[in-house]
Structure formats: C-alpha cells, structure tokens
C-alpha cells in the first residue's frame, strides 16, 4: 500500500505481507508534508529565479522534496531539512543550467534562434522589473544566486553560504561585487 502525500510524493506505508514498513522520513522525524506545506513556494520561486521556467522550476522543488524523503534517515539533524531542500534545489538548479546551455548550443549550432517570451511573461513579472532580471541575469552565475537568495528569497548571509557551500565572507564580497556591477549595468541602460 501507498500513501499519497501532499503534492504527489509517494511514501510506502504497509507492505503486502501486512507488515508495517515505516518511511525514512518517519523514522526521523522529518515531516515532508509538513516541509512542502511550508517552503514549497518559497523554493519554487527560487527555483524560478534561478532557471527562469515555472514549469521547470517546479520540477526542480518537487525533486529537491523526493530526494529528501529518499535521503531523510541519513539527516544527523531534522532541522536542517530546510537547509537540505535549498542546496538541492541550487544544486539541481545549476544542473538544469548545464543541460540547457548544451542544448542551446546545439541548436544555436543547428539553426539561429528565435528569441520568442513565454506567453505568461506579464503575468509572472511586472515590466519594471524585466528590466533588473535581465541586469541580473548578465552577473555570472555565483554572483546571480547569490543576490537572489538575498534579496528575492531572503536568506541570511549564512544560509546563502550553507546553500551554497562558501563562507559567509565570500557571500558578502561576492554580493557587493555583484551590487556593483549591477549598478553599472543599470546604469548604463537608463
């Protein structure tokens, strides 16, 4: 038997023998209902941030919350669950990104491409903000997290280096660099 949690992810609950099979997330303590209830928005508009794709950014949440009910017994913390879905999704973010910059340049290789907006554009973002995103979105990438997980997700300074597996010293040079050159890029627009 299965039980259907919230969002769609799948926990065995009681095996055909009519044994109890208790989940890895039980076994921990973990609550991933209870995780997704109350951060998959927040990580979902991460996600959006960093692969800019709705669709895709919610597959990227949905596969931080499986992976951290596959992996939840081998958690030392419970509370670092939320600390746990933020690396995934950065992680698998940027792997996201790896695999479109391969097949863009593929096809920029097959055919030029034809830039076309996503037909919800309007409706996800205001226009005064494309123009900050694109700026944003001209940062290298350490630098493009990194403000995003400060200023859209509003993370501490040390969650960004836990998520991000740098120490807080380099969140803050690496912000303010980023500032810096946004600054400029704007600048240079307006």
Do not use: C
């Not at 299965?2 to 973990?30: E, F, M, N």
């Not at 508009?45 to 081998?74: G, K, N, P, S, Y």
């Amino acid at each position: 038997m299965t039980t259907i949690l919230t969002g769609g992810i799948k926990a065995p609950s009681v095996r055909q023998d009519g044994g109890s099979h208790v989940a890895p997330a039980a076994r921990t303590g973990v609550d991933v209902a209870g995780l997704y209830a109350a951060h998959r928005l927040a990580l979902v508009r991460l996600a959006v941030l960093l692969v800019d794709d709705v669709a895709l950014a919610e597959d990227v949440v949905q596969d931080a919350f499986i992976q951290l009910h596959r992996r939840a017994d081998r958690l030392d913390d419970p509370g670092a669950a939320v600390g746990y879905l933020r690396v995934s999704v950065v992680n698998t973010a940027r792997s996201v990104l790896r695999r479109r910059r391969t097949v863009r340049s593929f096809l920029a290789r097959a055919s030029p491409p034809a830039h076309v907006a996503a037909a919800d554009r309007d409706v996800l973002r205001h226009e005064e903000h494309d123009e900050v995103i694109a700026a944003v979105r001209d940062l290298p990438p350490r630098q493009q997290e990194v403000l995003i997980m400060r200023y859209w997700s509003d993370l501490s300074e040390r969650q960004i280096a836990q998520a991000l597996g740098i120490s807080e010293g380099t969140v803050k040079s690496t912000a303010s660099r980023a500032l810096d050159k946004l600054e400029s890029i704007l600048g240079a627009t307006r």
